[in-house]
């Protein structure tokens, strides 16, 4: 769900939401089923933003901490994406212009249109209006596939291993995934552990979509 749809209880859902919601589970399964550059750092992210609800998200979007600190090796068109479709969405949740800053603006347009398109109210409305259709969202899709030196020539979904973390042993909401399985011991005995899904309560995922919405 998106950070908008989480946090404001009775808000009409529309296509912003839906366009957002494709970005997690892009984000998910990514982090899932491929490797990145620190995936000791998977385990927290997923329980941030699919248990952290309103802040969690919009926080994520707006700093993008982890974005900053991991890439995906042999892979860089992907980063970019995250990047950009981050940077795309966290507009919504990013402080709207005053009143006081749409008239200095409009001021400013009535003189030099090339001076308004470099102030914040310009910019805060146009990425606003990217969100209007999904005409953007499909451009940095394009962008991202057109070059395919960006991307492995061999490169299949792989469930990935995490090491444990005895902190993280709650529901990961609406993923159908449980951290306790999740980081569950492999047979081997060492301190990694292999993604599983939560067959045990995937009955309570209805629950847990059911108090979240």
């Known amino acids: 769900m998106s950070a908008s749809l989480t946090g404001r209880m009775g808000r009409l859902h529309d296509h912003k939401d839906d366009l957002e919601s494709s ?6 399964v990514t982090l899932m089923y491929s490797d990145c550059s620190k995936p000791e750092k998977v385990p927290s992210l997923l ?17 993008r901490t982890f974005l900053d600190r ?19 969405f966290a507009v919504r949740y990013e402080q ?7 008239d200095r603006a409009s001021r400013i347009n009535s003189y030099s249109t090339e001076y308004y398109e470099t102030t914040s109210v310009y910019k805060y409305d146009k990425r606003m209006s990217s969100l209007n259709t999904h005409a953007a969202i499909i451009d940095l899709f394009e ?3 057109r070059d395919r030196s960006q991307w492995p020539p061999n490169d299949p979904a792989v469930k990935q291993r995490f090491h444990h973390d005895p902190v993280l042993h709650e ?17 081997s005995g ?6 599983q899904p939560n067959r045990e309560n995937e009955v309570d995922d209805c629950h847990s979509l059911r108090w979240e919405l």
């Open 23 to 28: 970005f997690y589970t892009l984000l998910w």
């Open 47 to 63: 329980r941030s933003i699919f248990e952290g609800g309103f802040l969690a998200k919009a926080d994520f979007l707006k700093g």
């Open 70 to 88: 991991v890439s995906f090796p042999g892979r860089g068109a992907l980063h970019t994406l995250f990047d950009e479709l981050a940077q795309m």
């Open 96 to 102: 709207a212009p005053t009143k006081q800053d749409r």
């Open 143 to 145: 962008a991202a596939l």
């Open 171 to 187: 529901l990961v909401t609406k993923s159908g995934w449980n951290t306790t399985l999740f980081v569950e011991q492999l047979e």
């Open 190 to 195: 060492d301190d990694e552990m292999e993604a």
